[in-house]
């Protein structure tokens, strides 16, 4: 999705007047500082009036604050209209710049930001602009940052979604829709339409699943409640050590501590739990390998060992070294988007060093591996590798068992076991948590996010549509072809002056195209859409949907939107310039079919210049319509 803004003239008229190089060697260090990064554009500045470059450079700095922040944008800007020669700088300057659903304020506070950055580097008499320049970038950068979806399954989704050409609007809440009207599925993460919230809710409880499990005839570790810090070792006594400490309803690994084996080690990782949540357990531990099969639907979707974090010893380099060496993997970072963590010679780390008899400055030994987690979780520094084709079918068949148990659609089975190759019938095994809304990850699995939408939505989600302009004939055009559309069974949407509704049953009376399209676009009874323009407000809204199957060009009745709404009465003979506008805007949006009725007062009939498939404009007579509508897409 893309949104217009307009290039501020005096800035452009800087660049234009302006030695460029002085411009950009500062913006190019205040990024550098900022971001650690360069300008996302070649080491040479455009020369001075080298419009369109000027307006890309601007662009890409905008595109590239947004993906820094987290901000699910997949697209690059594009210029759209630049000034002609002779009018000078003050005149219009058009860019198209992407938009993460729901976050179009976030593309404009970037846009500004690049702007004032620009401009900011021409305060030559300002001795500490640099430094300014630099504060403001990162001031900037982290309040684009809090517009982010947390976690990193929504950025994945939303990616796979663009890439399989999946139309996605924003909730009002951190869910998105995939796809339109009945088509349509909402996620949150991984949680989906089809996730019970009793289910949701059992599986944050770990005690409570773990005894819905166990009367599944499901393996459990053995494990108890306690209250505080001594009846934790006193359970810890009564199991046997080594035992795990971790809290009843967190996910993620907070708050886990394994592998203990002495009373001060329960107490202190006891009060780590209990720092997070109130209600904390003791549990024997479990020997094994750690796995993560995650189910969909009542099959195995995907399974991997989570291998803790550590490193490789090269019988040269320190254990510092060797983490520093990994940390610079561009894979791990910091935060909720970065596939793998950053590894930290903490407190732990230093402790589990010394238990191998190492510490930070020590060099291991060519091929030994040094631990540096108990836990083997992903967001500790652990690292991911698939095992899906090694999967006994025992053990397949166990982590479905335990996901129906809980009556989830979509999960991550954790399971303790000596090898996932062998049958748990043989070896044994612990399943010792149910994740109700697992992170797929990007190392192993990035593929799972479009199979995912794939499997939920049965296609690309899309819902016919077709739009009208500038219609006046009686009856309207619009609801000829709703009452056709409906012939086919199908609940038809519509939108036109009048207000919006489905089939006979009105929504809303009055109101907005793009408001009334988004209404019926998030309704589960759509099965079609028809959208009859009358006015502008597209121009100043953009198109409720990104894209659309069939174009009809009915007539030239398109007038201002202040000249419309309740007792305008008939709209009048739009002039050519705003037709013109309004078709550059709809006709890139037309997927398919381009028609002009005769007689619509359309002079030009010749390429749909710009459509995503449509092919030529194509006359037709009005009464051919219905006929044509049997080719409608299903």
């Given at each position: 999705?893309?949104?217009?803004v307009l290039a501020d003239a005096d800035a452009m008229g800087a660049l234009d007047s302006a030695d460029p190089g002085p411009v950009w060697q500062v913006v190019g260090q205040a990024w550098r500082k900022a971001l650690g990064e360069d300008l996302p554009w070649p080491t040479e500045p455009p020369t001075p009036a080298a419009w369109r470059v000027?307006?890309?450079?601007?662009?890409?700095?905008?595109?590239?604050?947004?993906?820094?922040?987290?901000?699910?944008?997949?697209?690059?800007?594009?210029?759209?209209?630049?000034?002609?020669?002779?009018?000078?700088?003050?005149?219009?300057?058009?860019?198209?710049?992407?938009?993460?659903?729901?976050?179009?304020?976030?593309?404009?506070?970037?846009?500004?930001?690049?702007?004032?950055?620009?401009?900011?580097?021409?305060?030559?008499?300002?001795?500490?602009?640099?430094?300014?320049?630099?504060?403001?970038?990162?001031?900037?950068?982290?309040?684009?940052?809090?517009?982010?979806?947390?976690?990193?399954?929504?950025?994945?989704?939303?990616?796979?979604?663009?890439?399989?050409?999946?139309?996605?609007?924003?909730?009002?809440?951190?869910?998105?829709?995939?796809?339109?009207?009945?088509?349509?599925?909402?996620?949150?993460?991984?949680?989906?339409?089809?996730?019970?919230?009793?289910?949701?809710?059992?599986?944050?409880?770990?005690?409570?699943?773990?005894?819905?499990?166990?009367?599944?005839?499901?393996?459990?570790?053995?494990?108890?409640?306690?209250?505080?810090?001594?009846?934790?070792?006193?359970?810890?006594?009564?199991?046997?050590?080594?035992?795990?400490?971790?809290?009843?309803?967190?996910?993620?690994?907070?708050?886990?501590?394994?592998?203990?084996?002495?009373?001060?080690?329960?107490?202190?990782?006891?009060?780590?739990?209990?720092?997070?949540?109130?209600?904390?357990?003791?549990?024997?531990?479990?020997?094994?390998?750690?796995?993560?099969?995650?189910?969909?639907?009542?099959?195995?979707?995907?399974?991997?060992?989570?291998?803790?974090?550590?490193?490789?010893?090269?019988?040269?380099?320190?254990?510092?070294?060797?983490?520093?060496?990994?940390?610079?993997?561009?894979?791990?970072?910091?935060?909720?988007?970065?596939?793998?963590?950053?590894?930290?010679?903490?407190?732990?780390?230093?402790?589990?060093?010394?238990?191998?008899?190492?510490?930070?400055?020590?060099?291991?030994?060519?091929?030994?591996?040094?631990?540096?987690?108990?836990?083997?979780?992903?967001?500790?520094?652990?690292?991911?590798?698939?095992?899906?084709?090694?999967?006994?079918?025992?053990?397949?068949?166990?982590?479905?068992?335990?996901?129906?148990?809980?009556?989830?659609?979509?999960?991550?089975?954790?399971?303790?076991?000596?090898?996932?190759?062998?049958?748990?019938?043989?070896?044994?095994?612990?399943?010792?948590?149910?994740?109700?809304?697992?992170?797929?990850?990007?190392?192993?699995?990035?593929?799972?996010?479009?199979?995912?939408?794939?499997?939920?939505?049965?296609?690309?989600?899309?819902?016919?549509?077709?739009?009208?302009?500038?219609?006046?004939?009686?009856?309207?055009?619009?609801?000829?072809?709703?009452?056709?559309?409906?012939?086919?069974?199908?609940?038809?949407?519509?939108?036109?002056?009048?207000?919006?509704?489905?089939?006979?049953?009105?929504?809303?009376r009055g109101g907005g195209m793009f408001a009334s399209g988004q209404m019926l676009l998030t309704h589960p009874r759509v099965d079609a859409l028809v959208l009859a323009i009358h006015d502008d407000e597209i121009l100043q809204t953009g198109l409720p949907m990104d894209r659309f199957h069939w174009l009809v060009l009915a007539g030239t009745a398109?007038?201002?939107?202040?000249?419309?709404?309740?007792?305008?009465?008939?709209?009048?003979?739009?002039?050519?310039?705003?037709?013109?506008?309004?078709?550059?805007?709809?006709?890139?949006?037309?997927?398919?079919?381009?028609?002009?009725?005769?007689?619509?007062?359309?002079?030009?009939?010749?390429?749909?210049?710009?459509?995503?498939?449509?092919?030529?404009?194509?006359?037709?007579?009005?009464?051919?319509?219905?006929?044509?509508?049997?080719?409608?897409?299903?």
């Amino acid at each position: 999705m893309l949104v217009s803004v307009l290039a501020d003239a005096d800035a452009m008229g800087a660049l234009d007047s302006a030695d460029p190089g002085p411009v950009w060697q500062v913006v190019g260090q205040a990024w550098r500082k900022a971001l650690g990064e360069d300008l996302p554009w070649p080491t040479e500045p455009p020369t001075p009036a080298a419009w369109r470059v000027w307006a890309a450079l601007l662009g890409a700095c905008a595109v590239a604050l947004l993906q820094r922040a987290g901000l699910a944008v997949f697209e690059a800007a594009e210029v759209l209209q630049l000034p002609r020669r002779e009018t000078g700088p003050a005149a219009r300057t058009t860019l198209l710049l992407p938009v993460m659903p729901g976050r179009a304020d976030a593309t404009r506070q970037a846009w500004s930001l690049v702007l004032e950055l620009f401009e900011g580097a021409f305060e030559v008499a300002d001795p500490m602009r640099l430094e300014r320049m630099e504060e403001r970038l990162r001031a900037g950068l982290a309040s684009l940052g809090r517009q982010a979806p947390r976690g990193g399954n929504t950025p994945r989704f939303l990616r796979a979604a663009h890439e399989l050409g999946i139309p996605v609007m924003a909730l009002a809440f951190e869910g998105f829709q995939y796809g339109h009207g009945r088509r349509a599925q909402w996620l949150e993460s991984t949680l989906t339409l089809q996730t019970p919230g009793l289910a949701v809710a059992l599986a944050r409880d770990k005690l409570a699943a773990a005894a819905r499990l166990r009367q599944a005839g499901l393996p459990v570790p053995v494990h108890q409640a306690v209250l505080d810090a001594d009846e934790a070792v006193r359970v810890a006594r009564r199991l046997g050590f080594p035992v795990v400490v971790k809290p009843v309803d967190r996910d993620g690994g907070v708050g886990v501590s394994t592998g203990l084996e002495t009373e001060e080690e329960v107490r202190a990782a006891y009060a780590g739990a209990s720092a997070v949540s109130p209600r904390v357990l003791i549990e024997k531990h479990v020997f094994g390998r750690d796995y993560r099969l995650t189910v969909l639907d009542g099959r195995l979707l995907w399974a991997i060992e989570r291998i803790p974090a550590g490193v490789t010893g090269d019988g040269v380099s320190t254990v510092e070294e060797l983490v520093a060496r990994e940390n610079r993997d561009p894979r791990r970072g910091e935060g909720p988007h970065a596939a793998l963590k950053r590894l930290s010679l903490d407190d732990e780390a230093r402790r589990l060093l010394a238990a191998q008899t190492l510490a930070a400055d020590a060099v291991p030994a060519r091929g030994r591996e040094v631990r540096l987690r108990r836990i083997a979780n992903v967001n500790g520094g652990g690292r991911p590798v698939a095992v899906n084709e090694r999967v006994h079918p025992d053990n397949a068949a166990l982590a479905v068992r335990a996901v129906e148990a809980l009556r989830l659609d979509l999960a991550g089975v954790d399971v303790l076991m000596p090898d996932i190759a062998r049958s748990w019938l043989e070896t044994g095994a612990a399943i010792c948590e149910i994740n109700a809304q697992p992170q797929l990850g990007a190392t192993t699995a990035p593929h799972l996010y479009g199979e995912i939408l794939r499997r939920r939505l049965g296609g690309d989600g899309r819902i016919p549509i077709v739009v009208v302009l500038g219609d006046a004939g009686s009856p309207p055009l619009s609801e000829v072809l709703v009452m056709h559309l409906r012939q086919r069974g199908w609940a038809v949407g519509w939108c036109d002056r009048r207000g919006a509704g489905i089939d006979d049953e009105w929504l809303v009376r009055g109101g907005g195209m793009f408001a009334s399209g988004q209404m019926l676009l998030t309704h589960p009874r759509v099965d079609a859409l028809v959208l009859a323009i009358h006015d502008d407000e597209i121009l100043q809204t953009g198109l409720p949907m990104d894209r659309f199957h069939w174009l009809v060009l009915a007539g030239t009745a398109v007038s201002p939107r202040v000249a419309c709404g309740p007792g305008a009465g008939t709209p009048g003979r739009g002039s050519q310039a705003l037709l013109d506008e309004l078709l550059a805007s709809l006709v890139p949006a037309c997927s398919n079919r381009v028609l002009v009725v005769a007689g619509s007062g359309y002079s030009g009939v010749g390429p749909a210049q710009g459509a995503k498939g449509a092919g030529a404009f194509e006359e037709i007579g009005r009464a051919e319509l219905s006929v044509a509508l049997e080719q409608f897409p299903a």
